[in-house]
């Protein structure tokens, strides 16, 4: 008789109700919840359990929050109003051939799996979960310049730096809505597939060229690419959406200085659809699971 998987699922987001509905639907794991102590008992079919009742040894897989470890071992839960507080030697006392998810890699969770044999697996670094991603991230994108732009999306002039995971799917979103879509792009390659495509590729050192008819410019590299030349040469009633991770791509000082309307849209994908979200993370986290075994 094959023995269950033993998880632990520990803090997390509106995303991670989705995701544990769906791993619970395989009966070999056996889950534990910590940091759901606001839901009512039942509400996701597995029994919530306090941090101090787990025994590390047991455990196979742990899945921490997409945030991960703050540096103090504190572990954030959307569902929970108790701090949550992992203790020094945790990691330690986990088998080695155990799992580790969570959604980056923090400085707590760098140093404290550094001499450990587990195998952790950072889920928002990985090429499967951004291209999934890319889809709720386009679809969001979409919703805040429909919110905010003073033009229809159709015929407007749109600009998407970066042509990667992200940028490829916000291209082709924006196209199929009627606007003309130029990518701003490091490599000759890459403008060679923007046409290819059907956009209009460019180098970045062109940028201030397309930054002046623009209505709405959307940043995806996650560099410093849109700094004063750049935001002085837009309109004024041009909307920016910068996608790019933390610090982002964009001079925020000068666009608010400029009076211009810009948004840093982080973590789209759990604003907008945290049910796809969840799935997505479920599903891989799944596969993950059997490859490893």
């Given at each position: 008789?094959?023995?269950?998987?033993?998880l632990?699922?520990?803090?997390?987001?509106a995303r991670y109700?989705?995701l544990?509905?769906k791993?619970?639907s395989?009966?070999n794991y056996q889950?534990?919840l910590?940091g759901?102590?606001l839901?009512?008992?039942g509400?996701?079919?597995v029994?919530y359990?306090?941090l101090?009742e787990?025994s590390?040894?047991?455990l196979?897989?742990v899945?921490?929050p997409?945030t991960?470890v703050?540096?103090?071992?504190?572990?954030?839960s959307?569902?929970?109003?108790?701090?949550l507080?992992?203790?020094?030697?945790?990691f330690e006392?986990?088998?080695?051939k155990?799992?580790?998810?969570?959604?980056?890699t923090?400085p707590y969770l760098?140093?404290?799996?550094?001499?450990?044999?587990?195998?952790f697996i950072?889920?928002?670094?990985?090429?499967d979960?951004?291209?999934?991603?890319s889809?709720?991230?386009a679809?969001?994108?979409i919703?805040?310049?429909?919110q905010?732009?003073k033009?229809t999306?159709?015929d407007?002039?749109?600009v998407v730096?970066g042509?990667?995971?992200?940028?490829?799917?916000?291209?082709?979103?924006?196209?199929k809505?009627?606007?003309?879509?130029s990518?701003?792009?490091?490599?000759?390659?890459d403008?060679?597939?923007?046409?290819t495509?059907?956009y209009?590729g460019f180098?970045l050192?062109?940028?201030?060229?397309y930054t002046?008819k623009?209505?709405?410019?959307i940043?995806t590299?996650?560099?410093?690419?849109l700094d004063?030349e750049q935001?002085?040469t837009?309109?004024?009633?041009?909307?920016?959406i910068?996608l790019a991770?933390?610090p982002?791509g964009v001079n925020?000082?000068?666009?608010?200085?400029?009076?211009?309307n810009?948004?840093?849209?982080?973590g789209?994908p759990?604003?907008?659809a945290?049910k796809t979200?969840g799935e997505?993370?479920?599903?891989v986290i799944?596969?993950?699971?059997i490859?490893?075994q």
């Open positions: 008789m094959m023995l269950k998987k033993q632990a699922i520990i803090g997390g987001d109700l989705e544990i509905k791993l619970i395989n009966t889950i534990q910590i759901y102590d839901l009512d008992q509400f996701l079919g029994k359990t306090d101090d787990v590390p040894e047991t196979d897989v899945i921490l997409i991960g703050e540096s103090n071992g504190q572990v954030k959307t569902f929970s109003n108790r701090s507080f992992l203790p020094d030697d945790w006392r986990i088998k080695s155990a799992l580790i998810f969570s959604g980056i923090t760098s140093e404290k799996l550094a001499n450990q044999k587990l195998t950072p889920l928002m670094e990985r090429d979960v951004a291209i999934y991603n889809v709720p991230t679809e969001g994108a919703l805040l310049a429909l905010h732009m033009t999306l159709h407007a002039n749109v730096l042509l990667g995971r992200v940028g490829l799917t916000v291209a082709d979103k924006f196209t809505l009627g606007a003309h879509v990518t701003g792009v490091r490599k000759t390659r403008i060679a597939k923007a046409h495509l059907g209009n180098h050192s062109e940028l201030t060229s002046k623009c209505h709405l410019l940043n590299i996650p560099v410093m690419v004063k935001l002085n837009l309109q004024s009633d041009a909307l920016i910068d991770s933390k982002g925020f000082a000068h666009a608010k200085k400029r009076g211009l810009t948004i840093h849209a982080l789209l759990a604003k907008v945290p979200a997505i993370l479920a599903n799944d596969q993950l699971i490859d490893h």
